[in-house]
């Protein structure tokens, strides 16, 4: 039941990149803020088509500008040799636009996080694992028909019923040496 | 004497568990990385996602650095063959001012000032990778125009006084290029109308205020060779910034090596430690296998 919880809220906190994705939307913006090689003045287009709701958004992300030219390198206004609004962009790199961390920070908390519970995870199937091999050992003990347990017994009753035999033969020479007085014959 | 019942089981468990070992250094070996999935080291994982960022960032910015290098490389060039042309006019005026020469010579000259004055408005002109490199922003559009139909003919600027920079990973701006007007038209030193000036001056066949507009061209020399410097220093930095960015780019990679490559002699050392149990355990399983206790009581 606990591990259950734990499941279901480590879930919930990767679903939560869809509202992370909400905020990417800075990218967007940043487009829309300058100017591009083709004329356009604060009217670039969006880089990230722009989700519509917050389920499911992060997986619908993809890139919809196609033409390169529309990278809205220059301030508003400016002509194309400048670079301030791609300057602008590339700080978004150093802001804290997710979740109040920079987006590599929120990415490499993610991958620590992620990292952290796949190994918590493998060790705890580990240790689960021996628990029921060894809950299994128990139960088959006292009561399941246990390979092993009857292939040993078989053995073990194979060796007694060989032990058995080899009393019979031991006293049958006896026998055999009493009646024929001493004299060791054929003659069982 | 009670025997363990289970004895095949735990042993073949005890394979199982020496045999994954065995599977996983193996697999450090022949990668030579300590880890393949970010569970078996979610801190070094998270670190590489950090020190990758940083190495892609120095390396984006080596690679627009030679491009970065051409375009100042080629403004210096122009700027130079700009003083060349303008010292050439200077020697051409003050040829032109000595009273010496006659009417004709004087149309000699100016016709020959008017071709430093193309040449110069060419240079003014120069594109680097079909973008013009004295219109400030504007480099789409052709910087400087020439308009023959005044007397002296006028030149116009359709570029801007903006100054286009490029920022270093470690956040040094640098300075890409120097608005056309501030070279060429500018209002202390106008090189461009200093130059129809003269060609005005000595097209009637006198010296009009030529002495006057050649003061005003060797002011306008000293002008362009100081803006010059401007650009030679970025051409400097840029160097110095690519420079840095490299190193940190190598050193940051030797960080991840060390941060992700596996100790091959510890790992090799395990292996042997682990394909030792594992003989053991074979070897136990086998002997376990055979034979029984009397075959022992019989030897």
Redesign the interface.
Known sequence: MEIATRLSNEIARYLDLDTREIQLTSANMANNAGAD?VGDNGNAGNIFNAPTQVAGSAHSLQVILTNPDKIAA??LG???????NA?AA?NL?TQAIIGGQTP??Y???L??????T??E??TENTALSASV?QLQ?QR??LSAV?L??EA?NL?EFQ?SY??ASQVFTILNSVYASALNLGVETAVA | MR?D?????NLS?ALDQTQATQQQLSQELSSGRRFS???????A???N??LL?QIQ?DDSFTQINSLTQGLLQVTDSALGSVVTQLNQAVSLATQANNGTLNSSDLKAISNQLAGVRDEVLSLANTTYQG??VF???????TPFTLNNATTPATVTYN??A?V????SPNGQSIQL?LPGDQIFTSATANVLATLNNLIADYASGGAGSGVADTAALSTALNFVGQQRVTIDNSINRLSAASGAATEEATQLTVAQTNLVQADIASVSTQLALTQSQQTALINVISALGQG???DHLQA
């Open positions: 090689l220059a301030g400016l002509g194309t040799g400048d670079g301030s300057l590339a790199a590599s920070n990415y490499s908390n991958v620590s996080t992620l990292g952290g796949v190994s995870a493998t091999t050992s088959d003990a246990n092993n347990e040993g053995e060796r060989q032990a | 025997v019942p289970f004895y095949v089981v468990s999935a970010i569970g078996d080291d979610p801190v994982a998270a670190q996602v950090q960022n960032r973008q013009y219109g400030g922003s504007q480099t789409g559009t570029g801007d903006n286009n920079t490029l920022v290029n029984s206790l009397f």
